[in-house]
């Protein structure tokens, strides 16, 4: 013990750890040493919250009635401007920093601003004090111009640091307001990091929907957006608000309700206004989109607990007074599960989880939301009894889906097998359990038989179907019910669908679309997804749904052989795998039942060689999914010919 002691104390007097390794990192040092703790990260999203603290400070400069008007500005090098008309940052020289402006110090100081006490704003989105400073902090150069008291103000900083004093550059007469261009830092976000003009566009216009009172300009360089639907200018104002942003969601999607919920009210003891607009659309593909203070909280916290608390209390109490006894078994997720909920919040001092302010946890908040909803919603539910019976009768049908599946047993992969009349024509693989195993959807017998012999029985499973399925964005459930192609596929997978899709029941690890590499197999692959993703929605979510990858051409030259994707991908291997041969043998693929095993094998079912696809689910030009699929596979044809016509001139010559 004594040796062990010795050997303590001597370390201990190495001077391996003295104050001289102690750190004090001033100023903006910590954001540009650990931009994650400030910002989430360094990535696109990361990239793009600087634009969003800027677009809050905006923001509560029109909550606050100072402002009516904020202009987003995208240039072709990669700065943004974000101004507005508001009353401009204060550029009078600071109390506690003689020597600096007070414009100097928010830009440069953290948890610095006018925001900490109620005297400049009472409500606000930007209260850490730390946005524009960590913008400041991550951006290669910076220009902030104030025009104030009839003269115009400018300053530049570089990296957090001030490059230049603040010069007052002539009088603006008819200007006020705070205008801030930056450039992201390239040593913080890399190189290639650019500000996508949709998501910008997207940002300004969700901003104008959250405070009716302010016109959102959105501009950007016209070639920024060439061939894409995001206009190159665009002014936003809803003087609707939410009941707008409800309307854009919901776009001719039928609802359970003839009108949808909506209203504002004052929080009891002047602790701010809560705004509210929800639907129950039909094909239950909910969105939930909550905010405090304009500032999105992706996470929810407690103004969400506030709404599904007065939701829940309203619905059980009329249910009670007009004798409808199944209420009782209601949950908060019967009532807003598959609902379109809109919520925003303006509160006082409201708290926050983290800087990027994902969740609200102000205590308070849950309470004061549910009692201001709740008066609102009795009255509503009484007004229109019509529709308060058709809302409890979804509602209720929605727990007793939920209480049905609480009662099914779950049952491991190899009993539902034995319980399960598995398809004749499906070829299952031997393991029973599900990890590392796939089932290949396959197009027609003859290819089914080729990828049957190709398969490695024991983990590979093979399901052929007959020609094109059924679409099922453009059929009733009773088509759906009476298809026989996709009641196989259904039994083959074991989850069931829609509501009853229970995806730990899947007995599979991955499913395969295996179509051939033509027009009419894309066509086959998009019928299928459209399935997968109106019924199997989980299945893409959890990432077990795959698109394999055939080759269309194989290309032979003497003991070379090499397989092509699509007719892109064959000049290329002519450029390389056969630069400089002549006489190169090429062979087209009818499909996949013309390939032999062992080339389907080696090309295309092989783990250790093949190539997936992994579907996902993304929003794309800024329309959701399920608007895209309904446009492009839905009922009305006319929304296909609108979707050619706007974006024929961007179609480049197919490969196939």
Same mark, same amino acid.
């Given at each position: 013990?004594?040796?062990?002691?010795?050997?303590?104390?001597?370390?201990?007097?190495?001077?391996?750890?003295?104050?001289?390794?102690?750190?004090?990192?001033?100023?903006?040092?910590?954001?540009?040493?650990?931009?994650?703790?400030?910002?989430?990260?360094?990535?696109?999203?990361?990239?793009?919250?600087?634009?969003?603290?800027?677009?809050?400070?905006?923001?509560?400069?029109?909550?606050?009635? +100072?402002?009516?008007?904020?202009?987003?500005?995208?240039?072709?090098?990669?700065?943004?401007?974000?101004?507005?008309?508001?009353?401009?940052?204060?550029?009078?020289? +600071?109390?506690?920093?003689?020597?600096?402006?007070?414009?100097?110090?928010?830009?440069?100081?953290?948890?610095?601003?006018?925001?900490?006490?109620?005297?400049?704003?009472?409500?606000?989105?930007?209260?850490?004090?730390?946005?524009?400073?960590?913008?400041?902090?991550?951006?290669?150069?910076?220009?902030?111009?104030?025009?104030?008291?009839?003269?115009?103000?400018?300053?530049?900083?570089?990296?957090?640091?001030?490059?230049?004093?603040?010069?007052?550059?002539?009088?603006?007469?008819?200007?006020?307001?705070?205008?801030?261009?930056?450039?992201?830092?390239?040593?913080?976000?890399?190189?290639?990091?650019?500000?996508?003009?949709?998501?910008?566009?997207?940002?300004?216009?969700?901003?104008?929907?959250?405070?009716?009172?302010?016109?959102?300009?959105?501009?950007?360089?016209?070639?920024?957006?060439?061939?894409?639907?995001?206009?190159?200018?665009?002014?936003?104002?809803?003087?609707?608000?939410?009941?707008?942003?409800?309307a854009s969601l919901l776009?001719?999607?039928?609802?359970?309700?003839?009108?949808?919920?909506?209203?504002?009210?004052?929080?009891?003891?002047?602790?701010?206004?809560?705004?509210?607009?929800?639907?129950?659309?039909?094909?239950?593909?909910?969105?939930?989109?909550?905010?405090?203070?304009?500032?999105?909280?992706?996470?929810?916290?407690?103004?969400?607990?506030g709404l599904r608390a007065?939701?829940?209390?309203?619905?059980?109490?009329?249910?009670?007074?007009?004798?409808?006894?199944?209420?009782?078994?209601?949950?908060?997720?019967?009532?807003?599960?598959?609902?379109?909920?809109?919520?925003?919040?303006?509160?006082?001092?409201?708290?926050?989880?983290?800087?990027?302010?994902?969740?609200?946890?102000?205590?308070?908040?849950?309470?004061?939301?549910?009692?201001?909803?709740?008066?609102?919603?009795?009255?509503?539910?009484?007004?229109?009894?019509?529709?308060?019976?058709?809302?409890?009768?979804?509602?209720?049908?929605?727990?007793?889906?939920?209480?049905?599946?609480?009662?099914?047993?779950?049952?491991?992969?190899?009993?539902?097998?034995?319980?399960?009349?598995?398809?004749?024509?499906?070829?299952?693989?031997?393991?029973?359990?599900?990890?590392?195993?796939?089932?290949?959807?396959?197009?027609?017998d003859s290819a089914g038989?080729?990828?049957?012999?190709?398969?490695?029985?024991?983990? !590979?499973?093979?399901?052929?179907?007959?020609?094109?399925?059924?679409?099922?964005?453009?059929?009733?459930?009773?088509?759906?019910?009476?298809?026989?192609?996709?009641?196989?596929?259904?039994?083959?997978?074991?989850?069931?669908?829609?509501?009853?899709?229970?995806? @730990?029941?899947?007995?599979?690890?991955?499913?395969?679309?295996?179509? @051939?590499?033509?027009?009419?197999?894309?066509?086959?692959?998009?019928?299928?997804?459209?399935?997968?993703?109106?019924?199997?929605?989980?299945?893409?979510?959890?990432?077990?749904?795959?698109?394999?990858?055939?080759?269309?051409?194989?290309?032979?030259?003497?003991?070379?052989?090499?397989?092509?994707? @699509?007719?892109?991908?064959?000049?290329?291997?002519?450029?390389?795998?056969?630069?400089?041969?002549?006489?190169?043998?090429?062979?087209?693929?009818?499909?996949?039942?013309?390939?032999?095993?062992?080339?389907?094998?080696?090309?295309?079912?092989?783990?250790?060689?093949?190539?997936?696809? !992994?579907?996902?689910?993304?929003?794309?030009?800024?329309?959701?999914?399920?608007?895209?699929?309904?446009?492009?596979?839905?009922?009305?044809?006319?929304?296909?010919?609108?979707?050619?016509?706007?974006?024929?001139?961007?179609?480049?010559?197919?490969?196939?």
């Amino acid at each position: 013990m004594s040796d062990l002691l010795d050997r303590i104390e001597a370390s201990a007097d190495d001077g391996d750890y003295t104050a001289r390794h102690i750190e004090v990192l001033e100023g903006l040092e910590p954001v540009r040493r650990r931009p994650g703790m400030y910002i989430g990260g360094t990535d696109a999203g990361a990239l793009h919250h600087l634009v969003a603290e800027l677009l809050d400070n905006a923001m509560d400069e029109a909550v606050a009635g +100072h402002a009516n008007r904020i202009e987003i500005e995208l240039a072709v090098d990669g700065r943004v401007t974000v101004r507005d008309n508001g009353r401009g940052i204060p550029v009078d020289p +600071h109390p506690k920093f003689p020597k600096k402006s007070a414009l100097e110090v928010i830009l440069t100081t953290l948890h610095s601003g006018g925001k900490f006490a109620d005297k400049a704003y009472q409500t606000a989105g930007g209260l850490h004090g730390v946005g524009i400073s960590v913008v400041n902090a991550l951006a290669a150069d910076l220009e902030v111009e104030v025009a104030r008291d009839r003269k115009l103000h400018r300053q530049h900083y570089a990296r957090g640091v001030a490059t230049t004093r603040l010069e007052a550059v002539g009088a603006a007469p008819n200007r006020r307001g705070t205008s801030v261009t930056f450039l992201p830092d390239p040593e913080i976000f890399g190189e290639r990091a650019r500000f996508e003009p949709e998501r910008l566009h997207r940002l300004a216009r969700s901003k104008a929907y959250l405070f009716r009172g302010v016109e959102i300009r959105w501009s950007c360089d016209a070639s920024l957006v060439a061939g894409k639907p995001t206009p190159a200018r665009e002014t936003f104002h809803f003087p609707r608000g939410l009941s707008d942003f409800l309307a854009s969601l919901l776009d001719g999607r039928d609802d359970v309700l003839e009108q949808p919920f909506t209203g504002e009210a004052d929080l009891a003891e002047g602790q701010g206004r809560v705004e509210w607009a929800l639907a129950w659309p039909l094909d239950e593909e909910g969105y939930h989109g909550l905010y405090c203070n304009t500032v999105p909280t992706p996470q929810g916290g407690t103004h969400e607990t506030g709404l599904r608390a007065a939701l829940l209390k309203g619905l059980r109490s009329h249910a009670d007074r007009i004798g409808y006894k199944k209420a009782a078994q209601l949950t908060a997720d019967d009532v807003l599960g598959g609902a379109a909920v809109l919520l925003s919040l303006f509160c006082k001092s409201p708290q926050f989880q983290g800087q990027t302010k994902e969740k609200l946890v102000s205590v308070e908040v849950a309470r004061l939301v549910e009692n201001a909803i709740r008066d609102r919603l009795d009255l509503w539910l009484g007004s229109h009894p019509a529709i308060a019976a058709a809302l409890l009768d979804h509602v209720v049908a929605r727990a007793d889906d939920r209480l049905a599946r609480k009662k099914s047993r779950e049952v491991k992969r190899q009993s539902a097998t034995r319980k399960l009349r598995l398809p004749g024509k499906l070829a299952d693989c031997s393991i029973a359990d599900r990890p590392g195993t796939e089932i290949f959807i396959v197009e027609g017998d003859s290819a089914g038989g080729s990828a049957k012999q190709a398969r490695s029985r024991e983990t !590979q499973a093979i399901l052929p179907l007959r020609g094109k399925i059924l679409n099922v964005a453009s059929a009733t459930a009773d088509k759906l019910a009476q298809n026989k192609e996709l009641q196989d596929l259904v039994t083959a997978l074991g989850c069931g669908t829609g509501r009853h899709c229970r995806i @730990d029941e899947l007995r599979y690890e991955k499913v395969v679309v295996m179509t @051939d590499a033509d027009v009419d197999g894309a066509h086959i692959a998009a019928l299928l997804m459209t399935f997968f993703f109106r019924e199997m929605r989980p299945l893409i979510e959890k990432g077990h749904l795959f698109l394999a990858q055939p080759p269309l051409y194989r290309l032979s030259h003497g003991g070379t052989i090499a397989y092509a994707r @699509d007719e892109r991908h064959r000049r290329v291997l002519l450029d390389t795998v056969f630069k400089g041969r002549k006489n190169i043998e090429t062979g087209r693929f009818k499909g996949l039942g013309e390939m032999n095993p062992s080339q389907l094998k080696e090309t295309t079912m092989d783990p250790a060689r093949r190539s997936l696809l !992994q579907v996902g689910i993304h929003d794309v030009a800024g329309k959701p999914t399920a608007q895209l699929v309904e446009e492009l596979m839905g009922r009305k044809p006319e929304l296909r010919f609108q979707f050619i016509q706007e974006n024929a001139t961007s179609v480049e010559a197919l490969d196939v």
